[in-house]
């Protein structure tokens, strides 16, 4: 049967003819193409990897981020509360010293109060002395006639004064 | 001539449901056919029309127009005892009966049955310059026919194509290195290529050595499923049944047969010839089954090529002929129907046959290269 014979023409040919197109094809068609696909695919790949890092770097900022927020907030904290206890402090000390002041003031104002009763006292002291000295000028005056009288009178207001 | 039993089987059952009632099942040779029943001239013809149309020829056939053939007539080569000889195919005035004469260098010749044969001195009874013998076939000799004939022109045609494919689909890639996404012929070429690297290359050959075959397999996918489809195209510059002539898929299939046993690695030969993990008289026995495997599997590439194709188009041209066939008209939409349908059917195999042999000869040279762990 003819359908079975392979014919030597045609198998001359298809060999050469499919031989130097697989040498043509692999020099200057699927070389190119395939090492640009692997070039490509390559590069896709790199960049899916360097985006994942990409993403894990940003993770990680962020986690530093909220560590150096947590820091910041409990540094404040420290802050204030170390404001108010020397705000406490100074409010303490303040009222210390005014007590102290205060204290002063008053322990002086006494001793002012205690001379200036004493200055009083003296002046009244004096007065008192003044007015006896005017009365009994004024008794002296009306009693030196009797010299009897006078004695006892005198005597009378040295007992009285003593 | 020799037959394949195995093919005479195959084409006999092909041909049976459709043939059955119509006419005899092809033979060997048409002649005896038509002496055993002269009666279905007419119908033998379809025969005859069917099996013109997917064998080869010296030019290439386009239509009849008022009982004279249109066609594009194809170099003939011939190296004969004088050397090479060459003219053109309508020099014979399409006879294809031995009638014509051609003389060049001091030769002659005639075409009988496409072939191309020394004429005789003196015609025959039939005016034909052909010796026969009693089963009428020809005695004459035959000069070593390298012609460039139909399946020839629609090889360099195939391979034309072939390279306006790829070899702007390269410069692109070339032209734009990888950092720009395919366009145009590229990306229609890329997914494919992708997929014959990765899924026939890389996972039969394996990691290590995929890329070294490559090339191979692209070119012998693409090359297949161009040749199919244009086989499947009914006028020129397709219609010739170049994937369902046997020479050719003799080649594709020797290609693979020598690559994968020049690139058969110790382990390979191994199992071929001293089958490691069995018994001695295992071995022996195992030893020229394996060798005869060698053989057995590129050939079972070319029959399945070559048988697939040319079924494809004896059944798309008998669903036609029942037309004439069955004498009326009104049988044609069913006809018309059938032979889309098949059709259809056929840019499927056009496919499916230029990826089976791509993959089979990746799984052959996948099986070579391997490395297996010690048994």
């Known amino acids: ?162 | 001539m020799r037959t394949t039993p195995i093919f005479s089987f195959l084409l006999t059952l092909l041909m049976t449901p459709l043939f059955a009632h119509q006419m005899p099942i092809p033979h060997d040779d048409h002649e005896e056919v038509t002496a055993q029943v002269p009666e279905i001239e007419e119908k033998e013809d379809v025969n005859d029309v069917i099996m013109h149309h997917i064998s080869d020829a010296h030019d290439w056939h386009i239509f009849d127009w008022n009982n004279h053939a249109v066609s594009v007539p194809l170099p003939v080569i011939l190296y004969t005892e004088k050397g090479l000889v060459s003219f053109m195919s309508s020099a014979f005035h399409h006879d294809d009966s031995g009638k014509e004469v051609v003389e060049k260098n001091g030769q002659r010749f005639v075409k009988y049955h496409e072939k191309i044969y020394y004429a005789s001195s003196l015609a025959n009874a039939d005016g034909s310059y052909i010796d026969f013998d009693d089963e009428h076939h020809a005695l004459n000799a035959k000069p070593l026919d390298i012609s460039i004939t139909k399946n020839v022109a629609s090889l360099f045609v195939t391979i034309f194509l072939m390279l306006i494919i790829f070899l702007p689909a390269a410069n692109f890639y070339k032209k734009n290195g990888s950092q720009k996404a395919p366009k145009g012929i590229a990306s229609f070429v890329e997914p494919l290529i992708i997929y014959i690297r990765d899924e026939v290359a890389l996972v039969n050959i394996g990691k290590k050595h995929y890329l070294r075959f490559t090339p191979y397999l692209l070119s012998l996918f693409f090359f297949v499923w161009l040749a199919n489809m244009l086989g499947l195209m009914p006028v020129i510059p397709g219609g010739a049944n170049l994937t369902g002539n046997i020479g050719f898929t003799m080649v594709l299939a020797i290609f693979t047969l020598l690559i994968t046993n020049f690139n058969g690695k110790k382990d390979y030969w191994m199992h071929i010839l001293w089958m490691p993990g069995v018994p001695v008289p295992v071995r022996l026995l195992l030893a020229p089954i394996e060798i005869v495997g060698i053989l057995t599997k590129p050939f079972a590439l070319m029959v399945r090529l070559f048988a697939n194709m040319t079924a494809g188009h004896i059944v798309i041209l008998s669903l036609i002929s029942l037309i004439f066939v069955l004498e009326t008209i009104w049988v044609s939409p069913a006809a018309v129907l059938l032979t889309v349908f098949i059709f259809v059917i056929k840019v499927l195999v056009a496919f499916l046959q230029a990826y089976i042999f791509a993959l089979l000869t990746a799984l052959f040279i996948g099986q070579a290269v391997e490395e297996h762990a010690h048994h």
């Open chain 1, 1 to 162: 049967m003819d359908l079975v014979t392979p014919g030597f023409g045609l198998i001359f040919w298809t060999t050469i003819a499919f031989g130097i197109l697989v040498l043509l094809l692999k020099a200057f068609a699927w070389k190119p193409i395939l090492n640009t696909i692997k070039e490509r695919e390559d590069s896709i790949d790199n960049a899916l990897k360097s985006a994942e890092k990409a993403r894990e770097e940003m993770k990680s900022l962020q986690a530093d981020n909220e560590k150096i927020l947590a820091e910041a907030r409990a540094e404040r904290d420290a802050m204030m509360k170390e404001g108010r206890d020397l705000r406490d402090k100074t409010i303490e000390a303040a009222k210390e010293t005014a007590k102290i002041e205060a204290e002063k003031i008053i322990t002086s104002a006494r001793e002012q109060i205690e001379l200036q009763k004493k200055a009083a006292m003296t002046e009244l002291k004096n007065q008192v002395a003044a007015l006896s000295i005017d009365m009994a000028e004024k008794i002296l005056r009306r009693e030196l006639s009797d010299a009897k009288q006078q004695e006892a009178l005198i005597n009378e207001l040295l007992e009285d004064i003593k």
